[in-house]
């Protein structure tokens, strides 16, 4: 069992930053793809950044410029630095992890989910 622990969000006015944190834990044998995915009020939980553990790194078109994912792959740490941020960031942002063990086991996990804020 793998077990996600986020940190990080709060409430920030338009144009400030947040750094998101989430650290995945319980299974050494897994090689961890990490990533961030959002729900606003009244939608559906959509995909913002993810990154595999060759650090190879991806962003929904309304993140790219402003988020920049990392990974620690040594702590199985995945941040989520955040500027210019919007009013229409503002949601729940959830941390998602993919475990795999060798080429035929993957289980997704994830995190708690932590708020995000943003005013106008």
């Known amino acids: 069992q793998v077990q996600l622990v986020e940190s990080g969000g709060g409430s920030v006015q338009a144009g400030g930053s947040l750094r998101l944190s989430c650290a995945a834990s319980?299974?050494?044998?897994?090689?961890?793809?990490m990533g961030w995915y959002r729900q606003a009020p009244g939608k559906e939980r959509e995909f913002v950044s993810g990154?595999?553990?060759?650090?190879?790194?991806s962003y929904t078109d309304s993140a790219k410029g402003r988020f920049t994912i990392s990974q620690d792959n040594a702590k199985n740490t995945v941040d989520l630095q955040m500027t210019s941020l919007k009013p229409e960031d503002t949601a729940i942002y959830y941390c998602?992890?993919?475990?795999?063990?060798?080429?035929?086991?993957?289980?997704?996990?994830w995190g708690q989910g932590t708020q995000v804020t943003v005013s106008s």
């Open positions: 990154i595999n553990s060759d650090r190879t790194a």
């Open positions: 319980g299974n050494n044998a897994c090689m961890y793809d």
């Open positions: 998602r992890t993919v475990c795999r063990i060798g080429s035929s086991f993957a289980h997704i996990y």
